[in-house]
């Protein structure tokens, strides 16, 4: 669910080409947008979420008992669909910002994600494009060939459309309003808010109601409510089509970056270090505060030779400006690259989080699945413990905001927060303990439904509660600050190069826990013992063994960002004191900006 619900913070910020380039076409189209514009993307934004995370909950379930998919190969089919859904998001920002814009890349991402959504919905309706019904541990027969190919091309349909959704969908909302005013900023707070109140009431009525339809009353309707609201949801989005500002497509800042990784790797042959007075810093862009320009640091001096001038005359055209983009870079595209080279470190730190929040979305649902879900008279749907984490996050949350931060900045007399590396690092051992528990119930799990030889086990439901608790927590605390920390080390421009990053991450966990899956499950076998993973009953399997094997990596990975990568946040928290003290010097008339340049 992070994936969801970080994407508002970093999508409403564009590259810088296109802020400054911008500027005159949005001044012009200012009598369109504002409110008017925001209430048909507000609606539009409620429906598709309302969509997409009514199928997106419910996989594992619905792939489990209609398609009769193994443990493996289900984790394998759910982790490369959820890498894929989040890896294209960064093409869908590249089509956006250099190419289509955004409404067009939003318009087209709806299209597809309505054309793989009603694939998928006829699946569920139509008896021929799924294997017979499997009931218990009985012999299972496998999905013929043509059927998974009819289902994994209407869920490749629904990656592609995800990845022009995301890339845009909170920036197209963030174009309506004029940030160059004060009055302006403010009503982009407040479109944040209100589109946070619309998700979450999309999100509620997803993970409730529509999925316990799925479960126990139909899959058919289940799955044709969210694609009626995937249609009217685009058919909102097209009636204010008239209502909207729609900038031009300017450039992507990744390009920028290709660049400067280009015109540096073809420099590699300087030996001296580059001085500031050897390096193209043109003045391309006055600042309205100079502490917010990017400047030339010393760090990653690698990256520092596509700036270097080596001959002016073949570099250089007659009013000093760059004849060649691909072989001279200037100091501000140099700067925004080592940006986002000083945040990998943590970045690797966050993937083997995401990679316990995977264990859940899967493993964790399949364990609840051949558990006892009843509760009185109710069978609680296996879809609903991502309910649970969400709620923990949400708990969480309110806690630190409302009661932690308000009660300890009031003691200390300033603003008293959780620094990053201990959050970070709460998060991480959340993950180990998250797997550790889940580990210990699963044994208690298999060993009673081993005991009464049945497929279900008779342990209850609410023995899973913890650990989709834990996991929940893992989110509040490592997902949420490691976004922080993306969004905030690089300059406001670039939010949504941090946001796409941060898309990456979850995609490479998807694909990570993929290949770690099938791993495992190769290596168990050689033994000729019991296999820790694979089949269609967990009965027959040693899953706990895997949860285990998650945790170490999960040990070492808390090694990895105590003894290595929590240092660049060290740095940046330096940093950011220094800046924030320089502020308040600034504020209280004791040091003087410089002038702006004429």
């Keep these: 669910m992070a994936d969801e619900i970080i994407n508002a913070s970093h999508s409403s910020s564009s590259s810088s080409s296109e802020e400054e380039q911008n500027i005159a076409p949005k001044c012009s189209a200012r009598k369109k947008g504002g409110w008017t514009a925001i209430a048909f993307i507000l609606g539009n934004e409620s429906f598709e979420k309302l969509a997409s995370v009514s199928l997106i909950s ?90 998974l190919a009819y289902l994994f091309a209407g869920l490749g349909f629904m990656a592609i459309g995800s990845g022009g959704i995301r890339a845009c969908n909170i920036a197209f909302g963030a174009d309506q309003f004029d940030t160059n005013t004060e009055k302006g900023r403010s009503q982009l707070k407040s479109f944040f808010n209100w589109w946070y109140f619309s998700f979450t009431i999309a999100l509620i009525i997803a993970l409730t109601v529509v999925i316990y339809i799925q479960t126990n009353i139909s899959w058919f309707i289940g799955f044709l409510i969210p694609t009626c609201c995937l249609a009217l949801s685009i058919m909102i989005f097209l009636i204010g089509r008239n209502s909207y500002i729609r900038l031009k497509p300017q450039g992507c ?89 000083g945040i990998l470190p943590v970045w690797v730190a966050g993937i083997t989080c995401f990679i316990t929040m995977e264990q859940m979305n899967t493993f964790g649902v399949l364990q609840v699945i051949q558990s006892n879900t009843k509760v009185g008279n109710f069978m609680i749907p296996p879809g609903w413990m991502g309910l649970v984490s969400m709620i923990a996050l949400a708990i969480w949350i309110f806690i630190y905001e409302c009661v932690y931060v308000p009660n300890a900045s009031k003691i200390s007399k300033k603003e008293a927060r959780l620094s990053l590396q201990i959050r970070i690092k709460i998060g991480i ?170």
Aim: charged share 20%; glycine share 6%; hydrophobic share 45%.
């Design 58 to 147: 419910n996989m594992t379930t619905y792939l489990r008992t209609k398609y009769n998919m193994g443990g493996v190969f289900l984790v394998n089919v759910v982790s490369i669909w959820s890498g894929c859904s989040n890896i294209t998001p960064i093409a869908g920002a590249f089509l956006a910002d250099a190419h289509l814009g955004r409404f067009l890349t939003l318009l087209f991402g709806s299209l597809a994600s309505f054309l793989g959504m009603g694939m998928v919905t006829l699946t569920a309706g139509i008896d021929e494009l799924r294997p017979p019904h499997c009931q218990g541990n009985a012999r299972c027969e496998d999905p013929q060939k043509w059927q």
């Design 253 to 341: 800042v990744f390009i920028d970056m290709a660049k400067v990784i280009n015109a540096a790797c073809r420099k590699r042959h300087i030996h001296d270090l580059p001085t500031a007075s050897s390096l193209y810093d043109p003045a391309t862009r006055e600042s309205e505060n100079e502490l917010s320009v990017l400047k030339h640091t010393d760090r990653f001096k690698f990256l520092d030779n596509a700036a270097v001038i080596v001959d002016p005359n073949s570099e250089l055209n007659t009013e000093g400006v760059a004849k060649d983009s691909w072989r001279l870079c200037n100091v501000e595209q140099v700067e925004r690259l080592k940006c986002v080279v």
């Design 429 to 598: 051992i959340m993950a180990i303990l998250c797997l550790s528990v889940a580990a210990l119930v699963e044994t208690r799990r298999r060993d009673l439904a081993l005991k009464q030889g049945t497929f279900l086990s008779p342990l209850g439901i609410a023995y899973f509660l913890p650990q989709f608790v834990l996991s929940g927590l893992t989110e509040a605390f490592a997902a949420v600050s490691v976004m922080e920390f993306l969004n905030n080390q690089v300059p406001e421009t670039m939010r949504s190069v941090a946001g796409a990053i941060f898309f990456l991450s979850l995609s490479i966990a998807s694909y990570l826990n993929t290949l770690i899956v099938n791993l495992v499950e190769i290596l168990s076998r050689l033994n000729g013992g019991k296999r820790w993973l694979g089949g269609h009953d967990l009965n027959e399997n040693k899953l706990e063994r895997f949860y285990l094997l998650i945790a170490g990596l999960g040990v070492l990975n808390f090694i990895y960002f105590h003894f290595f990568a929590s240092r660049y946040i060290q740095s940046y928290e330096e940093s950011k004191r220094r800046k924030t003290v320089l502020e308040d010097r600034v504020d209280a008339g004791y040091v003087d900006l410089p002038e702006k340049k004429p």
